[in-house]
Every structure is written in C-alpha cells, then in structure tokens.
DNA sequence: CGACAATACGACCGATCGTGCTATTTTGCA
DNA sequence: TGCAAAATAGCACGATCGGTCGTATTGTCG
C-alpha cells in the first residue's frame, strides 16, 4: 500500500476515535491535523472536503463494525447461536472492543468508546446531506442482517414461525440502545446483565415450544 | 412578568428548538441572536457563558416534558393507566408534540421534532461538565418516574409481584429509543405500530395473571 | 541514480466562534 | 413626567473554522 492510503487510513481511524467524542461534525480539521502531527493542508489534501473526509469516517466505521460484529456471527451455526452472536457482538461494539484483523492495523477508538452509529444517528437524524443517506444505509443494512438471522432461526425451528423478524429486530435495537444509554450516560453498572436479561426474555419469547 | 425574564424564555425556547436540529454545542450564540432580531450582545447580556444557556435549556426542557409527558400521567389513577400514560407520553414527546399551559406561552419545537434528552444523551455522554450532569439528572429523575410507576402497578396487584421496576424501566426505555431510531432515521412507517406492540409485550409481560 | 509524480508544508483568506467593554435605548416605578 | 435601573446595541478582541495556493520535500520506479 502507497505512503499516500496508509496516511489516509491513519487519518480516517484517527478521525473516527475522535468523532466519538465530539461527533462528527466536531472534528475539525486543526485538530485532527494536530493529533497527527500533520499540518492542516497537507491533511486536508487527502479528502477535497470535509464531506469527503465524513463519508470515509462512515466507511470506516462499517467496515470495522463488519470485521467485529458481523463477520464472527456468521462463522457461527445459523438459527439461535448466530442471533445470539449478533448480539454479543453488538455489545462487544458498544462496549469500544475493536479487533484487528492483521497485526499492523491497529483499530481505532481505544479509550472513546461507544457506539459510532447511535451518535450519528443523533447528530444526523435531521441534517440532510450524504453523510446521513451513508449513515441510514449502513443501519438498513443492520436491521436487514438481524431480521435474516432470525429468519434462518425460523427455518430451523429454533424459533416460532409466527416471529415477525421486522419487529424482533426493532425489540433487539431497543434492547443494545438502552444498554448503550444506561452504561455510558447513567453509567449504571447493572447496565449488561440487564440487557441480557432483556434480550434473553426476547429469545424466550420467539423460541419454539419444542 | 418583566421584559427581561420573557425575552430570555424566548431565547431559551429557540435555542431549544434549535438545539434539536444541531445539536445544543451547535447553537452558536449568532445564529441564534440572528433568529430572533437581537444583537449577539444583547442576548448574551441575559446569560454570562454560552454554558449558562445550555444549562437554561436543559432546564426548560425538563419543565415542558414534566408538563407534556409526566404530569398528564400522574392525572391517571395509579397502575397499569398510568404506566401507560407516560408511554403515551413520552411518544408524543418524541413525535414533538408539546403542549402549552397556558395560551401565551408558545411550547418550542414546532418543526424540529425529536426527543432533545436522546440528543443531548449522544451528544453528552462522554463529554464532562455541568451539561452533562444536569442531563444524568433528568433522566435518572425520569428512570426513577418510570419505576415508580410501575411499582405503584406491582402494589395495586396489576402487575406481577416478581416485576423488577428497575429492569421494566430499562426495557420501556429501549422500546421508545428504537422507536425513535426508526421513525426518525430510518423513516419507518410502521415506527408507531412496532413500539406499540413492543410496549404490549412488555406490559402482558408483567401483567398479573389473575 | 535520476526524474517525475505523489505527498506534505506554510502562509493566508474571509467568516464566525465566544466573550469582553462601553454607549445607548427602553422599561417600570415614584 | 422624570429618572434610575434594566435591557439592548455597537464594536473589538484573539482564536479557530473550512478551504486555497504555491512551493518544498519525499516516495517510487525506470
């Protein structure tokens, strides 16, 4: 890879540790090129806006989410265990737990650590722009993979087959925001094993009787 | 009430509505001086920190919710009514719908519509200062409102003896915050129906078999 | 090694940020 | 109606915002 991608990335991750504390439109170009030890035009060189630059943080953050949460899920059997596998990886997520793939890349978001999209789906929930069509892409996309996860669960037996995936995904968001909500703002200690209770009466509801 | 008092509530409501668009670090004292014919330091003469605004709008906020959402509630007879008064109030606060005491006071956010504490609680959550604290307050204020509630439902035999209200508040919560992800973000249409039938599992959930 | 493209830098732009200080207008009351 | 007090405006400040441009440095490859 070119000197000119590694920067890039360095940049993109960078930005993106620093967008979970003040957001996205919080970064600033000064800043960021500061922490870097960049100047601010040779920084700003790489993206030729500032849109640009959100628009890799986004990118970014799908494909690490993708390479933590997604990804180990589907290693695992279809039905029950890769729901639950999407679930602890979203918590895995929430919690800031990032892992690499390779050795040299380190993941960003080390001491910031929440959930990138919930901020950006605060921030941006209301501000047109490309930003938030990237951003609501990417959370469809999300939804999508639990409710077909839960289909599978369907198909196997593992679930009943009147369990509407559409609002079984909506219940399991619910359940990962108000854990998201009670362990950073309230920082409430119970927040994780209350959320599992919630998740885990979620399951019991949508399993089979067998 | 005096000249002063009233132009400051009319900056602090605008700021409001405001803060709902762009966040509360986003309203910037120019923009919102611009909106309401005022010169920058005419209206920061009323608050003497940017801070003390933001304090004075999360304090405004609470007053319209305690009157939009909580106090309807508490006119309910005590029980599974009135926990589902604040449910039905806390949607109608998240669809913007803000009701004024009386006729001259106009309740902000007309357009702008979206629960300001999920806003504030992103854009605060790792953010520290009197903000900050001010929003842990509120909402563990609120969580407690909740639970009270729904041990007042556990005492009038509506609910199940063994309901945790702490764990039922933490679940109520997640079904308002996915309902708002899906409505707002994600524009679902179906947003209002899928929290209702969330809410309706949680309720039957606890509801005493008698 | 030499050369050309890729990359980074420093200075600078107009605009706007939050915040003082002082002058002027407006308000409420004697 | 007059006058003190309250409310608002005017102006300026240092800092920082996103962004531009010309130039220097550096990486890459023939």
Redesign the pocket.
């Known amino acids: 890879m070119?000197?000119?991608?590694r920067?890039r990335r360095e940049i993109v991750n960078t930005a993106l540790t620093m967008a979970l504390d003040v957001g996205l439109e919080g970064v600033?170009?000064?800043?960021l090129a500061t922490e870097l030890?960049?100047?601010?035009?040779?920084?700003?060189?790489?993206f030729?806006?500032?849109?640009a630059l959100q628009l890799a943080v986004v990118a970014e953050a799908e494909a690490w989410f993708a390479l933590t949460v997604v990804r180990p899920a589907l290693a695992l059997p279809r039905g029950e265990p890769r729901v639950q596998g999407l679930f602890e990886g979203f918590l895995r997520w929430v919690r800031g737990e990032i892992r690499a793939e390779s050795a040299d890349e380190r993941p960003p978001a080390l001491g910031g650590n929440r959930c990138i999209f919930m901020a950006l789906a605060e921030e941006y929930d209301d501000r047109p722009g490309d930003v938030r069509d990237a951003l609501v892409r990417a959370q469809r996309a999300w939804r999508a993979t639990i409710e077909r996860a839960c289909r599978l669960a369907v198909d196997e037996g593992h679930f009943r087959r009147d369990v509407d995936p559409t609002q079984f995904a909506f219940e399991f968001m619910g359940v990962v925001m108000t854990f998201k909500h009670s362990l950073k703002l309230l920082e409430d200690d119970d927040a994780e094993p209350r959320a599992r209770v919630a998740f885990g009466g979620l399951l019991a509801r949508s399993r089979a009787v067998a």
Chains 1, 2 share one sequence.
């Open positions: 070119s000197k000119g991608l920067t600033t170009l000064g800043t030890d960049l100047s601010k035009s040779g920084l700003f060189a790489h030729r806006s500032k849109e």
